[in-house]
């Protein structure tokens, strides 16, 4: 531990990340805490997070900006599904309005942080680059908003025969500045989200571009602007309109989903049907869209318009599903003897999940393994003092999880002023562990960190809800000190 001599700075919270959870902690701070010092580290030179770090062609919401954007600041654009451009712009405004631009301290990356029971504070090291030196700094509750994958690292198998292939492969978590895709063949190799959104985005300006996947996915069109919502926020402008749009889509989603845990059958029926009548051919949708899991085992691509259907009827994109034999000079060849000509490969391959931003935490210099731990109320972590993760849903908006957790820590810790407590730490002691994911998905990402995510109780609040509603009477209205939230003043002996 760095001695206290070394410490430069105190602060009663220390936010880590200044994506979209980020702002909102900072908000929430503000306005539900204002008597807090705080302060957000934020390892990259601007805000934004994902919304700033991803720049591939075509990037937007894959859900509705009503629920992803937050509960106090309303969308002014009338997009429900909104580009990647102008969320950032969003969230620019948010941290401008409300000066959280002021408390953002970029370029720092937290590298580790150590709890000391004694004086019931963590104490951080911050890396600020190779030209200066480790800074070091305390708090009392440490606040990560963070996200759940690798920034600087991305999921990216190698293939046989790279190396013999004369074009460009790029990833998009990397997209490279002025990549220029007129009339060129393009593969792009994945069938989630950013490949879904990447091919039409790209067959308006390549000569072709085909998608090719290992299996199918599930997809779904959504209109990109929702008229009945922007005629109901004509008539009811400000947040009383913006209200009552959030709320039709958080109904909306909570229902399809439930629909589809309870009648998987039925829903993968109504979602192959949409796409038939989208498509008009019912051996693509055979082939190309019916995947092999039920729905909502892994996310959900959105289509907004309707655009991939689009661009795969007029022929500027095409659909491969089989496995990669190995590149060659020109393209890939399939394990079926297929040759796909390409002078760009996409490499969609997905995330590398890296929970808080791969920080080394230590209780009372014990190192914490955070696959032995379990979740508490899905944000908080046992045995850890003092801590939050601002973890949002896989199976609807990020935002609205982590804003729930960014009000539950709010009510922590005012609860620990009024009560002179000034420790709080999940007890996890005579919970058992269950096998399934803090993320409740079977995506490939998710399985390949399984054994380094904590892990779900088998009873409350020790398992994840994966349910708006439900969370809200948890992490809002439930009690706080319900016989596993432990509150308690500074000891020498350790929580």
Known sequence: MIEEAGVVEHLDVLVVGAGLSGIAAAH?????????????????????????????????????????????????????????????DYMKDVARAEGIDRRIRFGHRLASASWDSSTARWTVQVDRGESLPILALTCNFLFLCTGYYSYSEAHRPEFPGESDFGGSVVHPQFWPVGLDCRGKHIVVIGSGATAVTLVPALAAEAARVTMLQRSPSYVFDRPRVDRVVNALRTLLPGMAGYRLARLKFMVRDLVMYQLAVRLPALVKRVMLFRVRGALGSATQVAEHFTPRYPPWSQRVCLVPDGDLFASLRTGKSVMETGTIDRFTATGIRLHSGKELPADIIVTATGLKMEVMSGVALSVDGVPVQLGDTLVYKGCMISGVPN?????????????????????????????????????????????????????????????????????????LPWKALHNYALDTLLLRFGRLDDGSLMFSKPTSKGP
């Open 28 to 88: 929430h701070l503000l306005a539900e805490c204002p008597g807090k010092s705080f302060a957000i580290l934020e390892s990259r030179a601007a805000i934004g997070g994902t919304w700033d770090l991803f720049r591939y062609p075509g990037v937007r919401s894959d859900s509705d900006i009503y629920t992803l954007g937050y509960s106090f600041k309303p969308w002014a654009g009338k997009e429900t599904i909104a580009d990647g451009d102008a969320i950032l």
């Open 387 to 459: 801590l939050a993760l601002a973890f949002g849903y896989a199976n609807a908006s990020w935002t609205l999880k982590s804003e729930l957790v960014c009000r539950h820590v709010c009510r922590v810790l005012k609860h620990m002023d009024r009560t002179g407590n000034p420790v709080c730490v999940p007890d996890a002691r005579g919970v058992r562990a269950t096998t399934d994911p803090l993320l409740q998905l079977s995506s490939n990402y998710i399985a390949r960190a399984l054994v380094y995510l904590p892990k779900q109780g088998d009873r």
